[in-house]
Each structure stands twice: as structure tokens, then as C-alpha cells.
């Protein structure tokens, strides 16, 4: 299948630091990725769809200021978490669809802002 | 997208088959179901996914019923590698642009 990866794997920060994290799709374009997020013993949550040149599509009680999604090639897309606080430390997901018909999640990032 | 039910949890021995059942009564005729899972801290992996007829691959088997309210996902041969959360979702396969939602799913214990 096709291949998405995050980088960087985990991160640790300082309160009110902002984080970057990298999606790249690596064997193929997306026009649209997305990004999720998963607190410990829950179910993903999406947060946002991303889109190649355009502005992002977030989910209702997704700031929008505080997550800053950057979708600039088809093949990567970013997403910068501004001033964390420890409420943010999360496992985010990134995830991209070559076809109509499977979507492929990339490995993950933990995040601990302390 | 039509709603699934799948049971909270599930153990099944080593080497047998692992049956995961999942109720999508509200089912639409162009309504695919798509079965993932995921491994404690990695991200979601793609199983299989099927409209109406059983499906095969080399990871697993999908069988839907013929009213396709309900499906289910075999393990033929269980491993320990198994143990994973697994979701049951049905969605419209041509919404490019649309993500998948991710319910609860099922935590299935593989044990030796």
C-alpha cells in the first residue's frame, strides 16, 4: 500500500512553544490529507482537512488558530500546534487517499508539552 | 455516513480464527464498508473493505450479509500481532475530499 509518514515520531516541549509536525505522502500525490488526534484509551478525532493551496476545512471546536495547517506541495502538509499547553499533548495522525478507495494513515507523533 | 456497532472488546487464542462482527443496519446501496485497525501507538492500518460481495486478501476475509446490515471481519489464523483495536466504517467510497470517522471500535486480545 501507499506510504505516509510524520516526522518527527515524539516531541517534548515547553508550555506556550510552538511544534511543528511534518506529513509527507511518499509514494504518491494528495491534493487532500487529514489530521486527527487521539487522547489515551480514545478513538480518533478528526481535526482538520488539508488541501493543496487552499485554506484548510476545520471540524467544529477545532481552533483554527491554534493548530495551523499548511498544505503547500501534494506531498506534504504540516501542522503547527502554537502555544501548547499541556491540554494539546496528544498522539496526532496524519492521513492521505491516493485513491477513491483507501485512505493511509501515517505512524503518529507524540506529543508532551510540560 | 451510515452508523456502526461493534462490540467493546474481544479475546480469541492463538492460531484459531478471530471473528469480528459489525452491525450497519443503516446501510446505503452505494454505502462500501471498510474495516482498519490499529496497533497501540501507531497510526491506523487499512484491512479490506467491500459493497456487497465477500471479500479476501491476504490479511483477512469480509464477509457482508446479503441485506448488508451486517458484516464480518476473520483473522483466519490469529497471532499475537493481532491484538490491535479494530474499526468497523462505512462510508460513500468516491468522497475523495471527505476523511474517515473512526467510532470505538473493537480491542481484540490475542492470547498464546
Known amino acids: 500500500g501507499a506510504v505516509v509518514s510524520q516526522h518527527p515520531s515524539w516531541v517534548i516541549c515547553k508550555s506556550g512553544t510552538s511544534v511543528k509536525i511534518e506529513c509527507r505522502s511518499l509514494?504518491?500525490?494528495?491534493?487532500?490529507m487529514f489530521w486527527y488526534r487521539q487522547f489515551p484509551k480514545q478513538s480518533l478525532m478528526l481535526m482538520a482537512t488539508?488541501?493543496?493551496?487552499?485554506?484548510?476545512?476545520?471540524e467544529q471546536g477545532v481552533e483554527k488558530d491554534k493548530f495551523l495547517i499548511n498544505h503547500a506541495s501534494l506531498t506534504l502538509s504540516t501542522l503547527t500546534v502554537t502555544s501548547a499547553h499541556p491540554e494539546d499533548s496528544s498522539f496526532y495522525i496524519c492521513?492521505?487517499?491516493?485513491?477513491?478507495?483507501?485512505?493511509?494513515f501515517g505512524p503518529g507523533t507524540r506529543l508532551t508539552v510540560l | 455516513d451510515a452508523k456502526t456497532t461493534q462490540p467493546t472488546s474481544m479475546d480469541c487464542a492463538e492460531g484459531r480464527a478471530a471473528n469480528l462482527p459489525c452491525n450497519h443496519s443503516?446501510?446505503?446501496?452505494?454505502?462500501?464498508v471498510y474495516w482498519y485497525r490499529q496497533i497501540h501507538s501507531q497510526g491506523p492500518q487499512y484491512i479490506i473493505h467491500?459493497?456487497?460481495n465477500n471479500e479476501t486478501n491476504e490479511m483477512a476475509s469480509l464477509i457482508i450479509t446479503e441485506d448488508r446490515k451486517s458484516s464480518t471481519l476473520i483473522l483466519p489464523h490469529a497471532t499475537l500481532r493481532d491484538t490491535a483495536v479494530y474499526y468497523c466504517?462505512?462510508?460513500?467510497?468516491?468522497?475523495?475530499?471527505?476523511?474517515?470517522?473512526f467510532g470505538k471500535g473493537t480491542t481484540l486480545s490475542v492470547s498464546s
Open positions: 492521513s492521505a487517499r491516493p485513491t477513491y478507495n483507501e485512505q493511509f
Open positions: 509514494d504518491f500525490q494528495a491534493t487532500t
Open positions: 488539508s488541501n493543496e493551496g487552499s485554506k484548510a476545512t476545520y
Open positions: 443503516t446501510i446505503s446501496g452505494n454505502e462500501y
Open positions: 467491500g459493497l456487497k
Open positions: 466504517i462505512v462510508r460513500v467510497a468516491d468522497q475523495a475530499g471527505t476523511a474517515l470517522i
